[in-house]
C-alpha cells in the first residue's frame, strides 16, 4: 500500500506541475516535466533509492520556476506537498523492503500514514493561511522570526533525539 502511495502521489504531483505549466503557455517545460516524471517512475519501479531524491529537487525546482513565472500558486503548493509525501513514502517502502518476510508492517504503516497526514494537514493549513492573511512585515520582524523558529526546531530535534530524560 505504501508503494502505491507513494507512486500514485508523485505522478499527481508530477501530473499537477506538468498540468500548471501546460495552462500557464509553457508547453515544453511541461514537456520536460512528463520526461522527468517518466524517469522518476522508471527509477523508482527499478527500486532505485537516489530516484526519489532526484525526483524531488527537480519537481521543486520546476515548482520554484512555476512562482517565478507567477502561474497559479494553489495547484503549485499542492504538488510540493504531493512530492513531499511522496519522497517520505518512497522511503519508509524502501525501510519496509528490509523488514522480515514473516513481521507484521501495517502498524508500522498506519502510524507513518497518521504522522504523515497530520504533518500534510499543519502544512495546508499554514499555506492556506499564508495565502489568505497579507501582512506587512518589517524586516526586523522577520529575521527575529527567523531566529526563533531556528531556535525552536534545534530545540525540537535535540529533544526528539534524546529518550526520555525526565
Same mark, same amino acid.
Given at each position: ?12 504531483? #508530477?501530473?499537477?506541475? !506538468? ?5 500557464? %503557455?509553457?508547453? @515544453?517545460? /511541461?514537456?520536460?516535466?512528463?520526461? +522527468?516524471? %517518466?524517469? @522518476? ?8 533509492? @537516489? ?12 515548482? !520554484? ?8 500558486? +494553489?495547484?503549485? #503548493?499542492?504538488? *510540493?506537498?504531493?512530492?513531499?509525501? %511522496?519522497?517520505?513514502? /518512497? %522511503?519508509?517502502?524502501?525501510?519496509? =523492503?528490509? *523488514? ?29 493561511? /499564508? ?33 526520555? =530524560?525526565?
Amino acid at each position: 500500500m505504501t508503494r502505491n502511495l507513494a507512486m500514485l502521489s508523485n505522478l499527481v504531483g #508530477f501530473g499537477l506541475t !506538468a498540468l500548471v505549466f501546460l495552462l500557464g %503557455g509553457q508547453g @515544453w517545460l /511541461a514537456l520536460a516535466l512528463f520526461l +522527468v516524471g %517518466g524517469f @522518476w517512475l522508471y527509477a523508482y519501479l527499478r527500486r532505485l533509492n @537516489w530516484g526519489s531524491l532526484l525526483g524531488l529537487f527537480s519537481l521543486f525546482g520546476f515548482i !520554484a520556476a512555476g512562482f517565478l513565472m507567477a502561474l497559479p500558486p +494553489v495547484p503549485l #503548493f499542492l504538488a *510540493a506537498f504531493l512530492s513531499l509525501a %511522496g519522497w517520505d513514502l /518512497a %522511503g519508509m517502502d524502501a525501510r519496509l =523492503q528490509l *523488514a522480515d518476510p514473516e513481521e507484521d508492517t501495517k502498524p508500522i504503516q498506519k502510524h507513518h500514514f497518521l504522522r504523515l497526514g497530520f504533518t500534510l494537514m499543519v502544512g495546508v493549513l499554514l499555506v492556506g493561511a /499564508a495565502l489568505t492573511l497579507h501582512l506587512r512585515l518589517s524586516f526586523e520582524l522577520i529575521s527575529l522570526l527567523a531566529i526563533l523558529t531556528a531556535w525552536g526546531l534545534g530545540r525540537l530535534i535535540s529533544r526528539l533525539l534524546k529518550p526520555e =530524560q525526565r
